[in-house]
């Protein structure tokens, strides 16, 4: 099975700040690859698929890129209600493998 | 509106067995591809297991961890969604998720606590 790793692990960044999460998989996904926000004591929600497609209702702020093995989840400006763990998601075929996460929140 | 409303967790001891319901709304539920995915406390997501639908033989695909003792069925008359789960281990102890989609899992229910301790 493919294996995905996230990296880091956490992160701690300022209001209005770039972050960048990176995410890979142990083999070639093309560009299946889904990424989803779970807020603290809330629901995961979906906000891009297909590796770069935003959801609709999710904000431009966030976009996605890459294909193959290595991803990327960039908030352009990081607001208060983005602190979240972040999850990556491949699903080329099954099993549908989650990524550990990567946590957000503020300095 | 999707609405997605899982029930039937509870406690359970080691070894025993459980179902879960999740009954949909809001979508064409027998069209509908469903997933389970369950995080244990403080820990990440994890994707339990696919049921395709009627027309596509309603095929299922299970997560390694659960293959031979969980099974998702669906009744597509009522609208929902199962997953029997056997042999349960304390390593089973999660919040389980009813989630639709082929892949991509864009409705997510609440969830349904399921402790697994003697």
């Known amino acids: 099975d493919i294996h995905m790793t996230q990296s880091p692990s956490s992160l701690s960044a300022s209001v209005g700040d770039r972050v960048t999460i990176t995410c890979r998989a142990s083999q070639g996904i093309n560009n299946y690859l889904a990424w989803y926000q779970q807020r603290p004591g809330k629901v995961p929600q979906l906000l891009i698929y297909?590796?770069?497609t935003l959801q609709s209702g999710v904000p431009s702020r966030f976009s996605g890129s890459g294909s193959g093995t290595d991803f990327t989840l960039t908030i352009s400006s990081l607001r208060p209600e983005d602190v979240a763990i972040y999850y990556c998601?491949?699903?080329?075929?099954?099993?549908?493998?989650f990524g550990p996460g990567t946590k957000v929140d503020f300095k | 509106e999707v609405q997605l409303v899982e029930s039937g967790g509870g406690l359970v001891k080691p070894g025993g067995s459980l179902r879960l319901s999740c009954v949909a709304s809001?979508?064409?539920?027998?069209?509908?591809?469903m997933n389970w995915v369950r995080q244990a406390p403080g820990k990440g997501l994890e994707w339990v297991g696919r049921?395709?639908?009627?027309?596509?033989?309603?095929?299922?695909d299970y997560a390694a961890p659960v293959k031979g003792r969980f099974v998702i069925s669906r009744d597509d008359s009522k609208n929902t969604l199962y997953l029997q789960m056997s042999s349960l281990t304390t390593g089973d102890t999660a919040v389980y998720y009813c989630?639709?989609?082929?892949?991509?899992?864009?409705?997510w229910g609440q969830g349904t606590l399921v402790t697994v301790s003697s």
């Open positions: 989630a639709t989609g082929g892949g991509i899992i864009p409705y």
């Open positions: 049921i395709k639908s009627k027309s596509d033989f309603e095929t299922t």
């Open positions: 998601q491949k699903y080329n075929n099954v099993p549908f493998t």
């Open positions: 809001g979508l064409p539920f027998t069209n509908a591809w």
């Open positions: 297909d590796a770069s």
